[in-house]
């Protein structure tokens, strides 16, 4: 879909128009909320929640003729799966013991020096099941970071946390995703 087919549908904010824009992002936007949540029911949760907010926020910024609505859809429709997940204080402020095996060693990337798991071989699914057991702080550093491509302080205030507890939770959430592919491939059920 072009650039001004979007700005067209967003400004007319027609309900079939709606529709469209919902039908034609649907699958990434579903992929988003899959990795944001911890597990269907949730995704659809957050992606319903995020969807509204997003598109709510495109048509709030239709005058501005924005040359990227695509990218702000999307980039609104992730920070409302964040505060969507935050919201939930129940999940949220779970805390994990498990830390790296050396306080010395600090790598935040997942994809570096790993000799037990080739990623690229590893199918969605499994990757997927692995981000989502992960407890919520880990799960959402891990997604904003490594695959939105959020700055380390672009996380943290997302999050309204600490430089310092990002990096903690990505380090956790690094070595926590590495150990739940393991189990998987070794046939456990995770």
């Given at each position: 879909?072009?650039?001004?087919?979007?700005?067209?549908?967003?400004?007319?904010?027609?309900?079939?128009?709606?529709?469209?824009?919902?039908?034609?992002?649907?699958?990434?936007?579903?992929?988003?909320?899959?990795?944001?949540?911890?597990?269907?029911?949730?995704?659809?949760?957050?992606?319903?929640?995020?969807?509204?907010?997003a598109y709510a926020k495109l048509y709030h910024?239709?005058?501005?003729?924005?040359?990227?609505?695509?990218?702000?859809?999307?980039?609104?429709?992730?920070?409302?799966?964040?505060?969507?997940?935050?919201?939930?204080?129940?999940?949220?402020?779970?805390?994990?013991?498990?830390?790296?095996?050396?306080?010395?060693?600090?790598?935040?990337?997942?994809?570096?020096?790993?000799?037990?798991?080739?990623?690229?071989?590893?199918?969605?699914?499994?990757?997927?099941?692995?981000?989502?057991?992960?407890v919520p702080a880990q799960r959402l550093i891990?997604?904003?970071?490594?695959?939105?491509?959020?700055?380390?302080?672009?996380?943290?205030?997302?999050?309204?946390?600490?430089?310092?507890?990002?990096?903690?939770?990505?380090?956790?959430?690094?070595?926590?995703?590495?150990?739940?592919?393991?189990?998987?491939?070794?046939?456990?059920?995770?």
């Amino acid at each position: 879909m072009s650039l001004n087919v979007l700005s067209d549908l967003i400004e007319k904010n027609d309900k079939t128009l709606i529709q469209q824009v919902f039908e034609l992002y649907y699958g990434k936007l579903a992929g988003i909320a899959m990795r944001y949540s911890k597990n269907v029911a949730q995704a659809d949760l957050i992606f319903y929640s995020a969807f509204e907010k997003a598109y709510a926020k495109l048509y709030h910024l239709r005058n501005q003729k924005n040359p990227e609505p695509e990218k702000i859809l999307i980039e609104e429709f992730i920070l409302a799966s964040v505060e969507f997940i935050k919201n939930i204080r129940s999940e949220y402020y779970l805390s994990s013991t498990v830390y790296a095996i050396d306080k010395n060693i600090k790598n935040h990337d997942l994809f570096e020096n790993n000799d037990l798991i080739d990623f690229n071989k590893t199918d969605v699914e499994t990757i997927i099941k692995a981000l989502q057991i992960l407890v919520p702080a880990q799960r959402l550093i891990f997604n904003l970071h490594v695959i939105d491509g959020f700055s380390i302080q672009e996380s943290a205030f997302i999050l309204e946390t600490s430089e310092e507890t990002v990096k903690s939770n990505l380090e956790k959430a690094r070595f926590n995703l590495q150990k739940n592919i393991e189990k998987k491939l070794k046939g456990i059920n995770i």
